[in-house]
């Protein structure tokens, strides 16, 4: 079952993907694994 997250918690995931340099060549998949590293859910 997967895990449920606080709806703050989930915004503030979306706002770091949304936000996130794509200067360097990542692609969206990229940017959420380095986002959810960031918030030490990877």
Do not use: C, H, N
Request: proline share 7%.
């Amino acid at each position: 079952m997967p895990r449920q997250y606080p709806p703050e918690f989930r915004q503030r995931a979306v706002r770091m993907i949304r936000e996130a340099d794509r200067e360097d060549g990542s692609t969206e998949y990229q940017l959420i694994g380095r986002v959810a590293k960031q918030l030490g859910i990877a």
